[in-house]
DNA sequence: ATTATTTCGGACAAAATTATCATAAATAAG
DNA sequence: CTTATTTATGATAATTTTGTCCGAAATAAT
């Protein structure tokens, strides 16, 4: 569904938000611990969202990643995905054209549009502080 | 969303009931031209679709792939994700976890099943015979 | 039987994605 | 100013997915 580098995105995102929450900055090292994901990898996502306006980054002692407080609820998961993995989610035709055209669809057209709108919409409306709100109190998990 | 080889084999099975329809056996010259796919690379999807007892394949001149008549409208398009992809669109989870499990769910889940089991179901609920209707009238496309 | 045609099957190659490594640039702290 | 720390960046490597090539096996037609 989502490629690895917008799930690690996504996860790196979410923990940034949570710590983010009580004013703490967090190092690139404490995420991808925390997340379980390969640190030079997520590094360049972090830096992707960064270039994106959807983190801040900033280097040196006692550096990391930080979200704005007051963004935190206004992030919205389509933001993320939007910047890692474009919006082939949202326009990308279900068997393979280069775009989904509704004056030309594929067979498969009517039916996979239904979904994507869904998911689409879903992803519009779920924000970052949404995602941090079952981590605070142990009932959704970042890794295993 | 799907795999490019689920695609092709989507595609493909599609055009192949559309003949079936007649009576007419297909070769993998035709079905790739008329899909536009790389004809050898859809040549192992045919097989793969083959051995999952979806379609039936006959060696020699005048060979091809056929679809037996009567289950043009039991195949659903799981079926063939399924041979294809594997359960991975029904069982993976939205952030990257092995297997999506409500007990350790990941920050998404909740929001994300609800999208994937109706992908899951209008995949079960479709049928290779829907997909061949609106080809035949012209309405729909398996390629630009 | 021979031949032409077509799928089958495995090895191989290219491309895209995922991941690593080394070094540069920035910066906080001493 | 120097040093230690941390992100930035580009080169490189590993893996997966996608795609190609070629000979084997089957079979229909002559
Ligand atoms: S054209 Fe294929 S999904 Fe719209
Ligand atoms: S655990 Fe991630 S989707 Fe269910």
Redesign the pocket.
Known sequence: MF????E?GIKASTYIALKSLEEKR????E?SSEID?????T??I??QL??NDILV?????????QIQKDRIESIKLADIVYAIDGDSVYKGCALGFNECNANKPCPLHDKFVVIRDELKKMLQNTSLFELTEGLEVGLTFLKR
């Open positions: 490629s690895k580098a917008c690690y967090v190092s690139l090292k995420i994901s390969p640190m030079a990898f590094a360049k972090l830096h960064a270039k980054s900033a280097k040196g002692p006692s550096g990391g990643f």
